[in-house]
C-alpha cells in the first residue's frame, strides 16, 4: 500500500517554505518510477504520499503533480528556490493520459471520435501550458534541474547520480543500483492505491496495444508534435 504523509506538509512549514525542494511533473511522465527510486535509495519518501513509510522522519522534497497551472493544493508554485522538472515525450504522455481517463478504452478500434479528439486537444494544451511554465518561463526559480523522462529509462543511474548531487546527498552507487533494480512495474504497482496509474493491458495484449498505440500515432501524432515539438526540444 501506499501511506498518506500529507501531515508533513505542516512539518515542514511548506506554505512559507521556499528552500524546500519540489519535483514537479505532468501527470504520466514517469513520476511514480522516479519517486519508488528516490524512497529506497535514501529511505526517505516525497510528500504527499510514501511507498514504505507512514511516519517518515524526514522527507527530501514536495511533489506538485497538476495538470493546471498553479492549481496545487500545496502552494507556493511560484519563488522556489529547489525544482526538479520530470517531463517526457509529448503522444507518450497524452496517449497515456486518455488511457489513464478511460476516454480510450481497452476495446478501441482505432477510429477517431468526437471525444476522443476533443480530449486531445484539452490535454496537449494543459501539458502545452505545463511545458512552457516550467521549461521556459521560470525567471522566478532559482535553480531547476530538468529531468527528460526518456533519459532517465536509457541512463538511470547516472540521472540519479545529478539528482543527488542537485539535492546535496551523497549516495553510494550500490544504493542506486539497487533502488533502480528494485523499481520493477511489478513492484510499484503492488504499492499503489490507483489501480488504474499502471496501464498493465500492455503487458496482458501487447499487440493489440500495439496496434492502437500505432493507431494514435498516426491519427493524432501530427497536431501533438505540431503543439509541443518546439517545447520538447
Avoid at 519535483?23 to 524512497?39: I, K, N
Avoid at 507512514?54 to 519563488?79: A, F, K, Q, Y
Wanted: net charge neutral.
Amino acid at each position: 500500500m501506499r501511506y498518506d504523509i500529507t501531515y508533513m506538509l505542516d512539518r515542514y512549514k511548506i506554505s512559507e517554505n521556499y528552500e524546500f525542494p519540489r519535483l514537479v511533473s505532468f501527470p504520466r511522465t514517469g513520476s511514480h518510477w522516479f519517486r519508488y527510486v528516490m524512497e529506497v535509495a535514501i529511505d526517505q519518501p516525497a510528500i504527499v504520499s510514501s511507498y514504505y513509510f507512514s511516519n517518515p522522519e524526514t522527507c527530501w522534497g514536495l511533489h506538485i503533480h497538476d495538470r493546471w497551472l498553479d492549481n496545487s493544493d500545496v502552494p507556493p508554485t511560484r519563488n522556489l528556490k529547489n525544482v526538479i522538472y520530470l517531463f517526457r515525450n509529448g503522444i507518450d504522455t497524452v496517449y497515456s493520459q486518455l488511457r489513464y481517463d478511460k476516454t480510450i478504452q481497452d476495446n478501441w478500434n482505432g477510429n477517431r471520435t468526437v471525444n476522443i479528439d476533443s480530449e486531445v486537444q484539452a490535454v496537449t494544451s494543459q501539458y502545452k501550458a505545463h511545458l512552457k511554465r516550467w521549461r521556459f518561463n521560470r525567471d522566478d526559480i532559482e535553480r531547476c534541474l530538468e529531468i527528460r523522462y526518456e533519459n532517465l529509462m536509457k541512463n538511470p543511474k547516472e540521472v540519479f547520480s545529478d539528482v543527488f548531487n542537485f539535492l546535496g546527498m551523497k549516495v553510494s552507487d550500490e544504493k542506486i543500483d539497487y533502488a533502480i533494480k528494485d523499481a520493477t512495474k511489478e513492484k510499484i504497482d503492488s504499492l499503489i492505491v490507483d489501480r488504474h496509474a499502471m496501464d498493465k493491458f500492455s503487458a496482458y495484449h501487447p499487440s493489440h496495444y500495439k496496434n492502437m498505440k500505432n493507431s494514435f500515432n498516426e491519427i493524432y501524432g501530427e497536431y501533438i508534435n505540431s503543439q509541443l515539438e518546439d517545447l520538447l526540444k
